[in-house]
């Protein structure tokens, strides 16, 4: 079936740090991938996406590419906010619906 | 432009009453979806509407789990004599097509809270 393994966290960083958190899937076919975040207090909202392999997502200093060979779509950011606590959700598209990780809470501190 | 709302955002209910839980989707978005998400876990599946018609009812965990579109906007998530495993914050996303990938877009959410 279907599913998305993402990196534990909780993750502490200090500003400026880089960050990545890892995260890979399993599908049948060829699914699209997403970062969603959700901050604290608010709702799920896109970070970035890729819809084919090689691709690469990026939003907000944060990066992403679509690795068909490794099955990966790690995340980037080459200097972490504090604003960029939250927590963090990998995900395919599969036939219309979404398969999500388990989420990643970060924590950057000044 | 509005974002996805939902109603109640917060939901008390003691065990064996029935809830229900309203999702008002983006104007002219022709998909929707509802999502479970447990405490400290990714949301999952529950069901996927197109206009009015149900395709996809595969992640509902039970039959007491109803969701309906009537008319192809607005949707209601129902849950029938809630068991305490149903707390839960229910997540609303709609989505139109666009170039073959299918974005959602989510609403704030409905904490439901059986005791």
């Known amino acids: 079936g279907n599913s998305v393994t993402q990196m534990e966290g909780p993750v502490t960083l200090s500003e400026e740090a880089f960050l990545t958190i890892n995260c890979t899937y399993t599908?049948?076919?060829?699914?699209?991938l997403f970062w969603y975040v959700q901050y604290p207090g608010e709702g799920l909202q896109l970070l970035l996406k890729?819809?084919?392999?090689?691709d690469k997502g990026s939003n907000k200093g944060f990066e992403a590419t679509y690795r068909k060979e490794t099955t990966s779509f790690h995340l980037e950011k080459g200097s972490v906010q504090v604003s960029d606590s939250a927590v963090y959700f990998c995900?395919?598209?599969?036939?219309?619906?979404?398969?999500f990780g388990q989420g990643t809470r970060l924590t950057i501190n000044p | 432009g509005a974002g996805v709302s939902q109603s109640p955002r917060y939901k008390v209910a003691k065990r064996g009453q029935d809830v229900a839980l309203r999702c008002d989707p983006i104007?002219?978005?022709?998909?929707l979806f509802w999502y479970q998400q447990a405490l400290g876990q990714g949301p999952e599946f529950l069901t996927y509407?197109?206009?009015?018609?149900?395709?996809?009812k595969s992640g509902l965990p039970s039959d007491r789990f109803f969701a309906e579109r009537p008319e192809g906007s607005v949707s209601t998530l129902k849950i029938q004599r809630t068991q305490q495993e149903d707390s839960a914050v229910y997540l609303c996303?709609?989505?139109?097509?666009?170039?073959?990938?299918?974005?959602?877009?989510f609403g704030p959410g409905t904490r439901l809270t059986v005791t």
């Open positions: 996303a709609s989505s139109l097509r666009r170039e073959g990938s299918y974005e959602q877009y």
């Open positions: 599908a049948t076919g060829y699914p699209s």
């Open positions: 890729a819809t084919k392999a090689d």
């Open positions: 995900a395919l598209s599969r036939l219309q619906k979404l398969v």
């Open positions: 104007s002219g978005h022709v998909s």
């Open positions: 509407f197109q206009n009015e018609a149900q395709l996809d």
